[in-house]
């Protein structure tokens, strides 16, 4: 197994090889990950708070402006390039194992002289339906900010609304669906043996086919964001290597573990809601 995960792919073209080898440490892809999304969102707020001399009141500037559901299409377009930031610092670490089984099935393929599709097509695929989840969201947070369930600052203004997220994603972590769908993601070679495809067509269908595996596995987890903080890096570290671990075929204990985890904290933020409404007076 160690050989085959330092195959260097070489019946691949170029390109495609380097980006198997890439993806055969998923580890190293998610740190990557996690720190170009925190210098990518520096290095945004550095250019438009340009000139200003407090970065704290800057930084609650940007938040009010993408919170600002009046702000029309810039606004939109803020929150959904966040959005699509955020998704492809989480989801793309755990699509590693698929990318890179794809790819050493293809290199034997081409070993053999077979014709073979690009990884990159595959990947496309997968993340057709990752960016069209971030443009869903992007909606789903311009109607929770108009209702006002989500503050300027892009986190929840409701104790209890956080606390059903979070029981939510707790109750998930146990259901058929999820784990019908993480059984997909952790064994993705039995998938691309019976649906392996030589067109380019097919190899998409086969990516987004993936897309929907992962996204059934992830959806709720995603949602936390809402709870937590949608510009919160640490909350989105945690979760993308969570769901990364997941992936790597870990077992139910670690995924009943999490949902029982994620239980408590919504447990918690109800609880903490219902006592703030009903303090005890003295008589």
Not at 49 to 55: E, K, Q, V, W
Not at 93 to 112: G, H, L, Q, V
Not at 142 to 163: E, H, N, P, Y
Request: charged share 10%; hydrophobic share 55%.
């Amino acid at each position: 197994m160690t050989e085959t995960t330092h195959d260097p792919l070489a019946h691949l073209p170029p390109a495609e090889s380097r980006l198997g080898s890439v993806f055969a440490r998923p580890r190293a892809v998610a740190a990557f990950c996690v720190v170009a999304l925190t210098v990518l969102g520096w290095a945004y707020l550095a250019l438009l708070t340009a000139g200003s001399y407090d970065p704290l009141s800057a930084f609650d500037a940007l938040c009010r402006a993408m919170a600002d559901t009046s702000s029309g299409f810039t606004g939109a377009a803020l929150i959904a390039l966040m959005w699509g930031a955020m998704t492809l610092a989480m989801m793309l670490p755990s699509a590693a194992p698929m990318i890179f089984t794809y790819a050493e099935i293809a290199d034997t393929a081409a070993r053999k002289g077979e014709r073979i599709v690009s990884p990159f097509v595959l990947a496309g695929g997968y993340l057709t339906i990752w960016f069209a989840v971030a443009a869903g969201a992007t909606l789903a947070q311009i109607g929770l900010t108009r209702v006002a369930l989500l503050d300027t600052g892009m986190a929840s203004a409701s104790g209890l609304f956080s606390g059903a997220i979070f029981l939510t994603a707790g109750l998930y972590q146990f259901s058929a669906l999820k784990h019908a769908c993480l059984t997909q993601c952790q064994r993705p070679f039995p998938f691309f043996f019976a649906n392996w495809a030589t067109t380019t067509g097919g190899v998409y269908r086969l990516g987004l086919r993936q897309g929907i595996f992962c996204l059934g596995c992830c959806w709720a987890m995603m949602g936390v964001m809402f709870a937590v903080g949608l510009m919160n890096v640490i909350w989105m570290a945690g979760l993308g290597i969570v769901m990364t671990i997941e992936k790597m075929g870990t077992g139910r204990k670690f995924t009943y573990a999490v949902g029982v985890a994620l239980i408590a904290v919504g447990l918690f933020f109800i609880i903490t809601a219902f006592a703030a409404h009903w303090p005890v007076r003295a008589g």
